[in-house]
């Protein structure tokens, strides 16, 4: 089971591209890994290095479609680097709801439910945006030792 924290963090500056799809684990992978290559041909392109892992962020929150911007962070003076179709944001400031998902990305859901469940315990209400920051490489890590760090912003 997770541990869940209260943290406070810094903003992360990084480049991205939005996308949506169903909730399908499988829709989610495919239209995730579009985006991250898109994010990451445009760093090649345009000399910027990245500054840590690969990241996807969460606005909004409906059951039938999942929608997000998938990409990777960068120092902060690049933002003249973005473009038209790989945008350039940070991810807020602030106190945030921390906890570290193990194992197959598809099961990420069942600690986003536990989270839930402490929030509730806690009286913690979710705000926005959501990350998630992907601590290894899938294409080198086995499903079960995958760990993803996760980041709720509260609301108000």
């Known amino acids: 089971m997770p541990e869940f924290k209260l943290i406070t963090v810094e903003e992360t500056p990084y480049f991205y591209v939005e996308r949506s799809c169903s909730m399908d684990p499988a829709d ?33 929150y409906d059951p039938e479609t999942m929608t997000f911007r998938s990409g990777f962070s960068v ?7 973005a473009s038209e179709s790989v945008k350039y944001d940070v991810t807020p400031a602030g106190e945030v709801l ?10 990420l859901r069942d600690s986003y439910d536990l989270m839930m469940q402490y929030m509730e315990k806690e009286g913690l209400k979710i705000g926005a945006p959501t990350w998630e920051v992907y601590l290894n490489d899938p294409s080198v890590t086995e499903e079960d030792d995958l760990r993803t760090a996760v980041f709720v912003s509260l609301a108000k």
């Open 75 to 81: 120092d902060a003076s690049a933002a003249d680097k």
């Open 28 to 60: 989610i992978s495919k239209a995730m890994g579009e985006a991250f290559q898109c994010v990451w041909s445009h760093l090649q392109a345009s000399g910027v290095q990245t500054t840590g892992k690969a990241l996807s962020v969460y606005y909004g």
């Open 98 to 107: 921390h906890f570290e998902h193990a194992g197959a990305y598809s099961k």
